[in-house]
Structures are given as C-alpha cells and as structure tokens.
C-alpha cells in the first residue's frame, strides 16, 4: 500500500510537471463538435474579440474569376459565416448538417485568420496551417474511408533514397498494407505524386492514404498494394523540419528550373523500390497517378515509359498533346487496363482534362473520364484516390502488342 | 517550342489553380529570421494589434512556486518579450545571442496567444501546438544534432501492432539506422518511452529521435541502432488521428486506470518486434529508457524484467524504493553496463531522483546520475537522449550471476 500511494505520488508529480511541456493550457471548450444530426457546432473563446468567423469548406463556397496572363479561372474562395458571442466570451456557429467528408476551416478574428485553440487536427498544405475535422454521416461515405476503423492497418514509413540523376539523398514515404511484415507475397506498387507546392507527407497527411487504402482493403474493394509518395519537387528532398536546407515551402515554379525533368529521375525511385520491398514487378503490377503537378509528370512518365504503367491516373492536371502524339499513340498501343482522367468542373485545368480526353477519343484511345464538382482542391483528390484504387490491379491487361515488354508479371501475385 | 510552351502553361494554370489548396496565403514574411551572430529576429504583421509579445522558451524563464497535494514544485514558466510596431503594421523583436538548441514559441496578441503565421514549422506537445526552430550556434552544440545534415539517413516507420494482453491493435514508431534494408544485419534494440500526455509520434517529433541518431551514429559517436516508440497510454492505440476514437490528447491521469501495468503489456511490444526486425537480442543488446511517465516504466521494466534491459535511462522519471528493493537487488545483480538516470536541477522529480540515486549508492548499486539545469522540459529530453545513446552496446557487460538468463547474444553483432 505504502509502495502504491508512492508510485501514485510520484506519477502525479511526474504528470503536474509535465504540464509544462505544453507552452499553454487546454482551452476546456469543446471544438468542434459533431452533433447527432451532422450539423457541427464551432466554439471560441475571446471576450475581447469584435467579430469572430469560420471560414473553410464545409461552407458553401463563393467562386471568383481570376485572370492569370490573359486565361481566365474560376476561383472558389471558402465561404464564411459569423459565430454569435454567448456568456463568458464564448463565440459559436453551428452549420447546416453535413455529408461525411473530412473539412477545414479557421477562424477569422476581427479579420486576421487564426487556428481553432481547442482542435488538436491540424493539416499542413504548403506553407499554410488549418485545423480539419472528419465526419462520417454514414458508413460508406467519403468520410468514412477517411477515418480509422478497426480493420488491420498498413505502415506508413519514411524512406530516404539515393538519387544519382538529382545527386541527393531524397525521401519517399511508403504504404504498405497490413500483413506486409509478416508474410512473404509480393506486391503491386502505386506510384503516387503530389501537387507543385507539396511534398512527401502531402498524400499520406492530406490526403489520408493510410486510412482510405486500409478501409478499401478490408473491404475487399481495393486489392493490398504497396502505395509510393515521393518527393516530386527537384530542389527539395524532403518536406520542412525533414531537410537539410529546413526549408519553408514554396510552389514548385517559383524557383530557378532544373535541367532534369521527373522522367530523368524516377527511374531513381522505381529501382530503389523494387530493390527494398517485395514489388511484383511489370506493366500488369505497376500505376502512376498524381495530381496537379502530379498529374502532369504522370502523364510525362506514361509518355516516356510507356510499357512501364498499366495503369495511369490523372487527377486535376494533364500533359500537352501538341508534340506528344506519337508518344500517346505508343501509350495506347499497349492497352493499358486504366487511363483515368478526374477533373474538377470548377477547375481551371478542366478545359485541358476535356481536350486531352476529346483528342484520345477522336484517336480511338481508350481513356476514362470522371468530372466531379468542384474545383482544385483536396477534397476532390482523396474522392479520385478512393475512386482509382479500387480499380487498379484486378484484371490483366492484354499481353501488350508492340515492341519489346519491360519485365513480365513474375507470378508472385494471387490475381 | 509550341509544346514547351503549351507544357509550360499548363504548368502555370495548375500552379496557380493549387494555390487554392491552401485556404489562407503566405505571409511575405520572413519569422524567424536567425541573425549570423546567433540573434533571432520574430516579425509578425498585424496593424489593429495594441500589444503583441512573443513568449517561449529562448527566453529567460520566471521560476513560479506551484503547490500540488502539499508537495511543493517549481514551475519555469516561459519568459515574455514585447515586439515594437514598425512601418506597415509589422511587429518585430530581436532576441539575445542564444545557443545552439530547437526552440519553441508563441505569439500573444493583446494577451492572445496566437501560431507565427510566418513559420511553417510547428510542434504538437499533448494537445498544444508551438512554433518552433532550431539553431546550430556551432558544430556539435546541442542544437546542430536535431538539424539534418548531410550524412545518412535512417527511416522513421509508423507500424501497427496486435496486443493481445491490452486486446487492441497498436501503433509504434520505429527508427531503423542508414542500411538497414540494404544488409542482413542484426540491430540492438533501444526501446524509448513518452510521457503521460505524448503519444508514439513524440520522441520522432519533439524528441528529434531520428536527426540525433543519424548524426551520431555518423560521426561514429553512437553505435547503428534500432529505437523503438511505442504508445505507452494503455487507454490510447495511437496518436490524434491515427486512432480509432480520433482522440483529443489528455494527461494519462484523466482517465480511468486500466489494471494493466506496464510490465503486463510490453512483451507484446517486445514480442512484435523481435519478430518483424533484424533485431540483435539478449540483455547486451537491448537497453530501455523514457521520459516522465515513462522514465518510472522504465524503472518498472527493469525490475519486472532484472535479466532482460542492459542499459536503463531513466529521464525526469524514477520508480518507487519501498516496495521494490528486492527487485533493485535483481537488477543490479546483472551488473547492467548503465543504469542512467537524468533530471533538471527544477524539475519537482529531481528530490525522487535523488532519493533513489542516493539509496542505490548505500546498497552499492552501481547507477550514474546526470544533473542539468532547468526542468521537466523536451529541451532536457533531447539533450539526455543524445547523452545516453552514446553510451549504449559499446561494451559487453559481464556475464549475469544469478538467475537464468534470457536467450544470449545470438552472435549476429559486428562488436
């Protein structure tokens, strides 16, 4: 008893303490919180504030047209919408009831943006912060797959790798689905690449990899696959605090351009991965998608290599045709099983996803098409992966026609 | 050219459309910005403010004496400074000289603590996020070991794991030294725990676990080792967001007690990994340490198991004496090559940390006792860490005397 109340004594002095790790206190409000009916309620503490709002994506949005060099875009700002101040200085909104997704927002005090002090969630997009929640309204919803359930789960690792062509060490980060560890099967791999201001982390933080490949998987909806993020910005090799130069993010274009193009250096990745993991390797056991940016080099890669991708996914960004049609009619000659192309209808790219399609129709190239609503944005790319990964990796594509095959399905596969 | 110039639109369309992924812009801002003579300037831009201060940890703390059940402690509360308002709206203050060390602060806007919108590099501490920085005053300060260098680098995985006794699936964090998954090497194992308000992810990201042992198993200073993170909260499986219930942190005290302790559930942690990684064992290769909470774990450990911990770091954290002194008996009975334990000269553990050190000494155990200054504060953690894992598998301790013994070195070891 005696040894107890000490034990007992010391943890709560070791615990008091630690409070200190922390530079400031819980704020005791709850925010935000889920009500029954989907509606969801924000709350903020400051008596001395004048006006308080929220603004994110679960409001409806408000587009603006912006002109950038003569081509004109649709904008969609997030709407925002003003919290009533009740007793003790305490502000709430509660929205209207929401579809399950998962969202962000901040808070607009007197004007100047600041995060939810009450909401641990948080996301990193570029160089900016926003709190996030998720909603499940129903199983089976866009939320859903976004949230953890009690299904086995995959690890999430962070890989550095040589790269020669770069002449860095760069990092990846690697999915691999539950049961990899234990067992000997060999896998296909996803290639999958971010936007121009994003990094390694983007897809397994924003976009909720893990979870949406977990769920998929347990499911039976998607088959188990090793999902590869790369960093695909030449001058960073890794995400901010990750790096040597520590770096603050920036879009990809404001920096000087490098002579080496995403097709010079993903070979660079592909050997690193099939080397260190169990890759069922070949153009059956092989995708690439990507979004914005990323869209763009997975077109490129496709171009470049096109007995390598059975399968290819263009989320929200595209290639040029003009000086690629030779290249596109070699990427076709193989029948690729998927070549997907998503795009937002609110979304600037959409008039170049519509050409690319209309010219690979107009060639008899089998291509896919998906519009969702909505413009460039997050919200879209995780519905587009969900979408895509339940469609890679089931059937065999036709033994390919023309010239000579990268490696062949090596059979280590159960499909 | 008409291709280039079609890609390069494309390139800027998709660019300036992701800009939209962000909901708020960058700041133009630089904050903060580290001066060559180790001054740091902070610039936060905000015309209505009256009074913006900036508070952390580079600056000078106020000693608050705080009352917990009777026993009295020292609380180092963080020191204050007042920002001056320039041209524009733009605030700034330039800090003393400091040392080489990762820093935290926060804004306080009219007395409202706010993130530097400026600095994209954040750390959550329980449910609290501070920005931060490093500083590397001069090669080998505490500060140029959490910073990335360019030497190799080791992975960082989150994996899940299956425990049985606690009858959940886990997750843990695990560091795997440069060439792992290029060799056939086997590893010894640190197992490093958190404290009561952390999660798996702490050590990784407060702790900088993964830049401290790149750099000092690269300047030779730390043998290649496997550290091993788990999530020591019985009632938490992993950390916000990663986890079923989607946690809000809280301290481990707030919650019901489980009636299982430590020692119950942490052979299924061991279990796990000495199945899914090259691991070195035997009570040479395998060392234990924590911080806080997880300092008295490690304490517990290695009484519960006197044949299986080598080395044992206890960081701002001790066990009980009365009630376990024949368990110290066993301990020290294996000679263990170092039994560490750590505290700050104002850390309210210090008079337990001391009791015990001094109480190992009159029984003629042999432990070694490392005062610092300050408190119980992540600063203290990373600096014992970078300590203590110079110190580990360099030498064999003696052959154990008493008792049987775990299965041996395995032999697999290059020392």
């Given at each position: ?138 199983p089976g919803d866009a939320g859903w797959y976004y949230e953890v359930h009690n299904v ?110 995403i097709e010079d250096s993903f070979p660079d990745v592909m050997n690193f991965v099939e ?116 469609r890679l990796f089931k059937q065999q594509p036709k033994a390919p026609k023309p010239v ?12």
């Open positions: 008893m005696k040894r107890l109340f000490l034990v007992a004594s010391l943890l709560t002095l070791a615990m008091a303490a630690s409070a200190q790790q922390a530079l400031g206190p819980g704020t005791g409000i709850v925010s935000p919180e889920i009500n029954p009916d989907n509606t969801v309620t924000f709350r903020y503490h400051n008596p001395k504030a004048k006006v308080v709002q929220v603004t994110g994506d679960f409001l409806p949005s408000r587009p603006i047209e912006v002109d950038i060099n003569g081509q004109k875009m649709v904008y969609n700002a997030p709407g925002v919408a003003d919290l009533q101040e009740g007793p003790g200085g305490v502000w709430t909104y509660t929205s209207a009831p929401l579809t399950g997704e998962l969202y962000s927002y901040s808070f607009l005090v007197d004007g100047h943006r600041e995060m939810d002090p009450s909401n641990v969630h948080q996301n990193r997009d570029v160089a900016t912060w926003t709190n996030i929640f998720t909603l499940s309204a129903r086995p789960h995959g690890s999430v690792s962070h890989v550095w790798y040589d790269s020669p062509t770069l002449n860095s060490q760069r990092r990846m980060t690697v999915y691999t689905p539950a049961g990899y560890e234990s067992g000997n099967q060999h896998y296909p791999v996803l290639y999958l690449l971010h936007g121009s201001g994003g990094d390694e982390d983007a897809w397994a933080d924003l976009g909720r990899t893990a979870q949406i490949m977990d769920n998929l998987i347990a499911e039976g909806k998607a088959k188990p696959m090793i999902v590869v993020m790369p960093n695909g910005v030449w001058f960073n090799q890794a995400a901010p605090g990750a790096a040597v130069n520590n770096f603050q993010p920036t879009m990809a274009n404001s920096r000087s351009q490098s002579t080496k193009e080397k260190h993991y169990r890759v069922a390797k070949g153009y059956s056991n092989t995708a690439v998608a990507g979004l914005s940016m990323g869209g763009r080099q997975s077109c490129m890669l496709s171009l470049h290599y096109p007995d390598t991708f059975g399968y290819v996914g263009l989320f929200s960004g595209v290639g040029a045709i003009e000086g690629n049609e030779e290249g596109f009619a070699k990427v076709f000659a193989y029948e690729p099983k998927l070549y997907w192309i998503a795009c937002g209808k609110a979304d600037g790219v959409m008039v170049n996803a519509k050409r690319l399609k209309e010219w690979l129709d107009f060639q008899g190239f089998k291509a896919e098409m998906y519009e969702s609503e909505g413009g460039h944005i997050w919200r879209n790319w995780r519905v587009y992966l969900t979408m895509f990964a339940q000579r095959m990268s490696s062949a399905n090596n059979g280590d596969v159960d499909f």
